[in-house]
């Protein structure tokens, strides 16, 4: 299977103007920029004209409308915000596995590019922190081609080569560090396996729910829900090859994908987060888009 190379990236800005990322609810950052808060008052982008209201300021009487209309009339200005959009991204060696069009890997360096330009391009300052088998890298985030073009090179740099075993926690310890760093107002978007127990760990993410808008993009493969066909298979890490009955492990295949999407399922239900599967089978632009 071929990996994500620069090239492929670079052109996925051209596809990342079909996605919207829409704040569920109003902007809460400090900075000024281009998300719209729910308030309305003296800001950058003008809403409506409306009667004049004891209260209002006489600094925005429209002047022009009220000689006109006979009665005072005053604008309405609706605020701008700069949303701070966070990736993280899961390319730990379990991420590299597929049995379809691309590595879960690959689907999840992919996915994180074209959110990646999505923000840029709406004007957001985009940051990620990437999880792989050794250390956690964090990229603070920047405006426009500034701050995506740093995250397109570690992403390329720290997908996974092969398979390994996992750094115990690496997941949690990802979350412990984006914490202190996504303010108020900040936007989440989590792409995993969620196969390791701490990825799912509501301790973990309640922090960052409190006060951020976290969206989960669950990566998988239609081998890992199904388990292995009749046969003998032969797998395992490097150094420690097994060989797999398939119709005696589908019982356990399947009770392992039961209980991670249970653990997923009760993460979101109670922090009340958003999540939506990507299959390996499909382009990420296709699934994102719908």
């Known amino acids: ?46 809403e409506e004209v409306r009667p004049y209201a004891a209260g209002d300021d006489a600094r925005s009487i429209d ?66 922190v990437i999880v792989n088998g050794g250390d956690t890298v964090c990229l603070p985030p ?14 390329l740099a720290l997908q996974p080569r092969g398979p390994a075993a996992a750094r115990p926690d690496a997941f949690a310890g990802a979350l412990r560090t984006l914490q202190p760093m996504a303010h108020p107002g900040s936007l989440l978007l989590a792409f995993s396996d969620f196969a390791d127990a701490s990825a799912t760990s509501e301790i973990a993410w309640g922090g960052l729910a409190a006060h951020a808008e976290c969206r989960l993009f669950w990566i998988f493969d239609a081998l890992e829900r199904s388990g292995l066909p009749d046969g003998r298979f032969r797998g395992g890490l490097p150094g420690r090859v097994f060989s797999l009955d398939g119709a005696k492990t589908r019982e356990r295949w399947r009770a392992a994908w039961q209980e991670r999407e249970s653990r997923l399922e009760t ?22 888009a719908a």
């Open 1 to 46: 299977m071929i990996l994500p190379d620069l090239g492929e990236l670079l052109a996925m800005r051209g596809a990342a103007r079909g996605i919207v990322l829409r704040p569920k609810g109003p902007a809460r950052a400090h900075y000024l920029g281009a998300h719209r808060t729910a308030q309305r008052g003296r800001g950058l982008e003008f």
């Open 142 to 155: 920047r405006a426009r081609e500034a701050g995506v073009l740093p995250i397109l090179d570690a992403l």
């Open 63 to 128: 002047w022009r409308v009220s000689a006109r209309r006979g009665r005072l009339h005053t604008k309405l200005f609706r605020e701008e915000r700069e949303r701070p959009v966070w990736l993280l991204v899961d390319l730990q060696p379990g991420m590299f596995f597929a049995s379809r069009a691309q590595l879960k890997s690959a689907l999840a360096v992919r996915a994180a590019a074209l959110f990646a330009w999505n923000a840029a391009l709406g004007g957001d300052r985009i940051g990620a």
């Open 267 to 288: 993460l979101t239900q109670r922090l009340r987060l958003s999540v939506q599967e990507l299959d390996t089978a499909k382009a990420p632009a296709l699934q994102i």
